[in-house]
């Protein structure tokens, strides 16, 4: 898993139980390479559902969210890490910039969502990104080294995934270029590097507008290790080309 390119949907709050079992119908039959890792993040309703559908696939199911509490108790509305994997899920979105945003998640609290996750046995993917205007006032490395700061308290350490994704970019047609990505990702590179002690593996995803027809190219650049994919990844066709594109 942590050798391979990784494309992972994000389907955000899409779809009802016929329309996701139709898609995952679909995907079940693309010939998934043996060097791409392929996981769809979906609502928590339908986590249980679509790991029952995918079993004895290749095909991972995960989480958009995760609580930050790890035990069980007196947390309405909360879903924690084993629950999460007790249906299937092997995977979890942690702070997508679509709940900092909208959840106001801290870096506090989403240290802990990493460790519970990591408790619970699965792998979070912690994402971040810049804002427009952070990037157009020269302080998108900062805003990604401080984001990035809390990995020091995360106890999982040895194995790190972090999906790139600058706001700007999300869901909006217009993609970062080459150039943005290529430096972005190897400054994150650096960063986690000399954050954490530890022989660590990275995986470093790019996200925000990833589709059939630019996804070869993000593949291509160095210290990119696959997609975060969201609106392309409510559709078979385009979804199955960029796992194509990544091997
Ligand atoms: P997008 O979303 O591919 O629709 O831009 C990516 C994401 O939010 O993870």
């Avoid at 994000?10 to 998934?32: F, Q, T």
């Avoid at 993040?41 to 249980?48: G, R, V």
């Avoid at 879903?79 to 942690?94: E, I, P, R, T, W």
């Avoid at 996750?117 to 157009?136: D, F, Q, V, Y």
Wanted: negative net charge; proline residues 2%; hydrophobic residues 45%.
């Amino acid at each position: 898993m942590w050798q391979k390119k990784w494309v992972m949907g994000n389907w955000k709050m899409n779809g009802r139980l016929a329309s996701n079992h139709a898609l995952l119908k679909e995907l079940l039959l693309v010939d998934i390479p043996a060097t791409v890792a392929v996981g769809i993040a979906m609502p928590t309703p339908y986590i249980a559902f679509a790991s029952e559908q995918v079993k004895g696939s290749s095909l991972l199911i995960g989480s958009e969210d995760i609580s930050h509490f790890a035990k069980e108790g007196a947390f309405t509305g909360e879903v924690n890490g084993n629950m999460l994997a007790d249906v299937g899920a092997s995977f979890v979105l942690v702070g997508h910039s679509e709940r900092r945003q909208y959840f106001q998640e801290s870096d506090a609290c989403l240290i802990e969502k990493m460790n519970n996750a990591h408790a619970a046995g699965l792998i979070p993917i912690l994402c971040i990104g810049e804002s427009l205007a952070e990037r157009k006032s020269g302080l998108a490395n900062d805003v990604i080294a401080k984001q990035l700061q809390m990995l020091k308290h995360y106890v999982g350490a040895d194995h790190v995934a972090v999906a790139y994704e600058p706001v700007w970019a999300i869901g909006t047609g217009e993609v970062a270029s080459v150039e943005q990505i290529r430096d972005m990702h190897a400054f994150i590179r650096a960063q986690i590097l000399s954050l954490l002690n530890v022989d660590v593996t990275i995986r470093l995803l790019y996200g925000g507008s990833v589709n059939a027809k630019n996804a070869a190219d993000i593949f291509d650049i160095e210290h990119v290790h696959g997609a975060l994919v969201g609106g392309a990844s409510l559709e078979c066709a385009g979804f199955s080309q960029i796992i194509q594109d990544a091997q």
